[in-house]
């Protein structure tokens, strides 16, 4: 009788055991996940917002640019800018865009080449009447400057854009990381219960036996 009550003890224990380990497999597995979420969230965080600002801040940058080359009537600096121009707009697009980003890069891209249309014709017929300068001597003005004002308010709303969605992903992470220090709490006092569970029925089984 002693030894099959051993046997059966050892047998309760494994079993102890194996819901253990099986419990903290769970929560580490929960853990895992709640931790891949928080990664995720600093590199999209990164990759499709840091880098994205800093090409929105560039072309931001080359439109200005484009504004004196146009005020000076620099033809040549003018087209190396729209190519600088264009390698970031193929940059920014490689990027995770929301659906209201791309509504807005679209706009963008959509303004940019019209400019840029807009410019060739305005430079041919330029060169066909010998002028040189296509500033207005006058107001200061060329006539691309409604052009580069939207292309800039184009600008702007997908930096808006990327404030609001940093602000948005980092809110996810926060709250993946939240859980997983809930869960943690939890899973030291359910392993706490268990244990004792374990000890109360192993001795009160040698005990009785």
Do not use: C, W
Not at 88 to 100: G, H, Q, R, W
Not at 124 to 145: C, H, M, V, W, Y
């Amino acid at each position: 009788m002693s030894k099959t009550m051993t046997i059966s003890n050892r047998i309760n224990i494994a079993l102890a055991l194996v819901a253990v380990f099986l419990l903290i497999l769970g929560t580490n597995r929960i853990d895992k996940r709640h931790f891949e979420t928080a990664q995720n969230a600093v590199t999209s965080v990164y990759n499709d917002r840091v880098l994205a600002q800093d090409y929105i801040y560039k072309m931001n940058n080359l439109i200005h640019k484009k504004q004196r080359h146009l005020m000076d009537g620099s033809r040549t600096a003018n087209t190396s800018t729209n190519k600088e121009i264009e390698t970031l707009i193929a940059l920014f697009s490689d990027t995770e865009l929301t659906v209201n980003e791309v509504k807005t890069f679209k706009s963008f891209r959509s303004d940019f080449d019209n400019l840029k249309a807009k410019e060739a014709k305005y430079y041919e017929n330029a060169n066909a009447q010998g002028e040189n300068r296509l500033i207005n001597e006058t107001s200061f003005k060329t006539p691309f400057d409604e052009d580069l004002e939207a292309l800039q308010t184009d600008l702007n709303n997908l930096a808006l854009i990327q404030v609001s969605e940093s602000k948005s992903i980092m809110e996810i992470a926060q709250k993946s990381l939240n859980v997983n220090k809930l869960m943690s709490s939890m899973e030291i006092y359910v392993l706490l219960v268990v244990g004792i569970i374990i000890l109360v029925v192993t001795f009160y089984r040698i005990e009785k036996s």
